[in-house]
């Protein structure tokens, strides 16, 4: 079996989290609070990791989420249970796919049709796909510092600039404490941090078990205070109603950026560590979808890649417009869809496994006696 090391298994943690996050300000109802809102469904994801997802893959640390389904719910409960997940699996791919090939049309492409740029993306995540899983998880070794030095450039020019304005962010928590709590829950939670839930298809790679929780719960906590950091940083620059009317804020800021005659159009930059973090997003949750038919069909996932990628295609042309997706998922997937699979099913999962393990010592007991 292929195999990564907890430092790869950190930086795709890192990459994920990040994604396209960026290119919303996250619990926008919360207005001026939104960064705190971030930080609450950051520390609520965490609770999520610690006490739910992680010890599902404690119990089992070599199998993957399918098939820790198959193994406590039987053929028929198994497969009943594993095929939403490979639907969500792909569904969540469908809509990065989209939004990469809307950014790419709007930002570096608009003369070439969308349907090619799809494919392009497709051809290159179906190849990452392919040549497995070490290979995937060492090309975002080396996207990080790539994406970690244009941050930190942007930072540094938004500070040369001056449009940096702390007080854009006070006062705090003006309106009470129910306003945050509100932005934050659930759909915060769910986009991105309940997103983790992706990798009970990873972690059985990872050669060095002992180290699986403390780089992901490092991994996750550096990620998730990047994500308040940007919030924040979007908030002090636009303030509260010019970031929440819409579009993407962070290339608004960017265009803010003008030095003399010498630096300007910044727009091209964030538009790389965009198209950089939805792909790494997409492959992973393509890999998902793979992988898990594979553990369904009791075969390789480098036979599902090319079905599972003809699915994703399709389903990536099947929206109207780039708003429409993000309209519709934010105003339902995030609210109501996906909890269930990030917050329920692994829940009820965990419960039946403690149960199972019960019964499974009770009856030791028993026969001991």
């Not at 109802?29 to 609520?44: F, Q």
């Not at 610690?50 to 640390?61: A, G, K, N």
């Not at 995540?125 to 970690?148: C, D, H, K, Q």
């Not at 005659?261 to 964030?270: A, G, I, K, N, S």
Request: net charge positive; with cysteine; aromatic share 14%.
């Amino acid at each position: 079996m292929e195999k990564i090391s907890p430092y790869q298994l950190g930086v795709m943690i890192i990459m994920f989290e990040i994604g396209s996050s960026p290119l919303f300000l996250l619990a926008s109802e919360a207005k001026r609070d939104a960064w705190i809102s971030v930080l609450i469904a950051m520390v609520c994801g965490m609770l999520l990791l610690v006490f739910v997802t992680l010890p599902i893959q404690r119990r089992e640390p070599d199998l993957n989420l399918i098939d820790i389904l198959f193994r406590y719910g039987g053929k028929w409960v198994g497969h009943l249970f594993a095929w939403p997940y490979v639907i969500y699996f792909l569904y969540k791919s469908v809509r990065n796919v989209r939004e990469f090939g809307d950014l790419m049309n709007l930002y570096l492409l608009p003369q070439s049709p969308l349907v090619v740029v799809i494919i392009i993306i497709m051809l290159v995540s179906t190849y990452a796909v392919y040549m497995g899983v070490e290979v995937f998880f060492r090309v975002t070794e080396v996207l990080l510092p790539v994406i970690t030095v244009i941050y930190f450039f942007l930072l540094f020019l938004l500070w040369i600039v001056g449009v940096i304005q702390v007080d854009n962010l006070l006062p705090i928590m003006e309106e009470g404490l129910r306003p945050v709590v509100d932005a934050a829950l659930p759909e915060v939670v769910s986009f991105p941090f309940g997103e983790m839930v992706l990798f009970l298809m990873y972690w059985r790679f990872v050669n060095e078990k002992k180290k699986i929780i403390p780089a992901t719960l490092i991994s996750y906590s550096m990620a998730g205070l990047f994500l308040v950091f940007t919030n924040a940083l979007i908030l002090s620059i636009l303030g509260p109603e010019l970031a929440g009317i819409g579009g993407i804020p962070l290339m608004i800021v960017a265009s803010l950026i003008r030095i003399t005659q010498f630096l300007e159009r910044m727009d091209p930059l964030v538009a790389i560590l965009l198209f950089i973090g939805v792909w790494v997003k997409q492959t992973a949750y393509y890999f998902g979808a793979a992988m898990a038919l594979a553990s369904i069909f009791k075969t390789s996932y480098k036979r599902m890649t090319l079905p599972a990628g003809v699915v994703i295609f399709i389903g990536s042309l099947l929206f109207g417009s780039f708003m429409e997706q993000i309209r519709f998922g934010f105003e339902y997937n995030v609210k109501y869809h996906f909890p269930i699979f990030q917050i329920v099913l692994p829940s009820l999962l965990l419960l039946f496994m403690l149960i199972r393990k019960k019964g499974k010592k009770d009856t030791t007991i028993a026969g001991q006696s």
